[in-house]
């Protein structure tokens, strides 16, 4: 079991080293931990150019883990993704050949460059950490984390992502513009190569196992589960929202508040950590009325109003 000041250490050494990377973004940062160490998943989506894969990159060689990159292309195969079963000549059988899935974290760059079919191929894995490929269930490493990325869907050459696989991350985050001084530094910091090259893992996989079990022994008060009910019953009954968060979305946002908690060095989770997070959780989750459609920043601001008007305990 980890220790409080142990657990301090290895989240302090794990925030410094990506931040070290990826400068000025230490909200960016902590979301991302939070669907680390909250064992869900992470989607990025903003334009391109503004470290988008560097978070994915920078998060993955603070670990010492496991790390595959899947770049979403047009041409993708689901095969290309799980594995496919290969004809060995000297045993006589076919013999299943994993394929990139197979790791603790995987980047999937630009993943709705890639059509439907191949999206839909990351389903089964993002839920229940196993994939089936010719009638049979192989299981995927017990820490599983999925960093996928994506522009706008007004750039060419984009297929959105249904409900069902946004339905699969834990949150959705934009990284942003960093600002003058900050972007001044990053010219500096690149004139030599890549920081993220030199990056030493901070970390490994078996802290970051004992941090996740940890996040889950962080309690939640009664009146705060009520609350954070509120919020999701609240996008199930506005009349800007035809269909509203699901129960996945409430037991993510109830996992993501105990990680941010535990991220902030608390036991316990406090009303604005739920509020704070229901947002990234909660707004890629809900599907707008035909009016709202194509519409993020009026959707934005629904959500908004969701969350300004249930009122949170004392």
């Given at each position: 079991?980890?220790?409080?000041t142990?657990?301090?250490d290895?989240?302090?050494?794990?925030?410094?080293s990506?931040?070290?990377v990826?400068?000025g973004k230490q909200?960016v940062?902590e979301?991302?931990?939070?669907?680390?160490?909250?064992?869900?998943?992470?989607?990025i989506?903003?334009v391109p150019?503004?470290?988008k894969?560097l978070?994915?990159?920078?998060?993955?060689?603070?670990?010492?883990?496991t790390?595959?990159?899947?770049?979403?292309?047009?041409?993708?195969?689901?095969?290309d993704?799980?594995?496919?079963?290969?004809?060995?000549?000297?045993?006589?059988e076919f013999?299943?050949?994993?394929?990139?899935?197979?790791?603790n974290?995987?980047?999937a760059?630009e993943?709705?460059?890639?059509s439907?079919?191949?999206?839909?191929?990351?389903l089964?894995a993002?839920n229940?950490?196993?994939?089936?490929?010719?009638?049979t269930?192989?299981r995927?490493?017990?820490?599983?984390?999925v960093v996928?990325t994506?522009?706008?869907?007004?750039?060419?050459?984009t297929?959105?992502?249904?409900?069902?696989?946004?339905?699969?991350f834990?949150?959705?985050?934009?990284?942003?513009?960093p600002?003058?001084?900050?972007e001044?530094?990053?010219?500096a910091?690149h004139?030599?190569?890549e920081?993220?090259?030199?990056?030493?893992?901070s970390t490994n996989?078996?802290?970051?196992?004992?941090?996740?079990?940890a996040?889950?022994r962080?309690?939640v008060?009664?009146?705060?589960?009520?609350?954070?009910?509120?919020l999701?019953h609240?996008?199930?009954?506005?009349?800007?929202?035809?269909v509203g968060?699901?129960?996945?979305?409430a037991?993510?946002?109830y996992r993501a508040?105990q990680s941010?908690?535990?991220?902030?060095?608390?036991?316990?989770?406090v009303?604005?950590?739920?509020?704070?997070l229901a947002?990234p959780?909660?707004a890629?989750?809900?599907?707008p009325?035909?009016?709202?459609?194509?519409?993020?920043?009026?959707?934005?601001?629904?959500m908004?109003?969701?969350?300004?008007?249930?009122?949170a305990?004392?």
């Amino acid at each position: 079991m980890t220790s409080t000041t142990t657990a301090s250490d290895s989240l302090t050494r794990l925030q410094d080293s990506i931040g070290s990377v990826l400068l000025g973004k230490q909200d960016v940062i902590e979301l991302a931990l939070v669907a680390l160490l909250g064992q869900g998943h992470l989607l990025i989506d903003d334009v391109p150019g503004v470290g988008k894969t560097l978070l994915a990159r920078s998060i993955a060689q603070s670990v010492d883990c496991t790390f595959r990159r899947v770049q979403f292309t047009p041409d993708l195969l689901p095969s290309d993704i799980l594995g496919s079963s290969v004809y060995d000549p000297v045993e006589k059988e076919f013999v299943f050949k994993q394929g990139p899935i197979f790791g603790n974290i995987i980047l999937a760059d630009e993943i709705n460059r890639s059509s439907p079919r191949t999206q839909s191929a990351l389903l089964e894995a993002m839920n229940d950490h196993s994939v089936s490929v010719d009638g049979t269930t192989y299981r995927l490493p017990d820490v599983f984390f999925v960093v996928a990325t994506q522009n706008p869907f007004e750039f060419e050459g984009t297929y959105p992502l249904p409900e069902s696989q946004l339905d699969r991350f834990m949150l959705r985050i934009t990284v942003g513009y960093p600002p003058h001084e900050v972007e001044r530094r990053v010219l500096a910091d690149h004139r030599a190569g890549e920081p993220v090259d030199t990056l030493i893992a901070s970390t490994n996989i078996d802290e970051i196992r004992e941090l996740q079990a940890a996040v889950r022994r962080v309690s939640v008060e009664d009146s705060i589960a009520d609350y954070l009910l509120k919020l999701i019953h609240a996008t199930r009954d506005h009349s800007d929202i035809r269909v509203g968060a699901s129960t996945r979305g409430a037991l993510l946002l109830y996992r993501a508040a105990q990680s941010l908690a535990f991220l902030r060095r608390r036991d316990y989770v406090v009303p604005d950590d739920v509020k704070q997070l229901a947002l990234p959780v909660l707004a890629h989750r809900v599907v707008p009325h035909e009016w709202l459609s194509g519409s993020e920043k009026t959707l934005e601001a629904t959500m908004r109003d969701i969350i300004d008007k249930v009122p949170a305990p004392g």
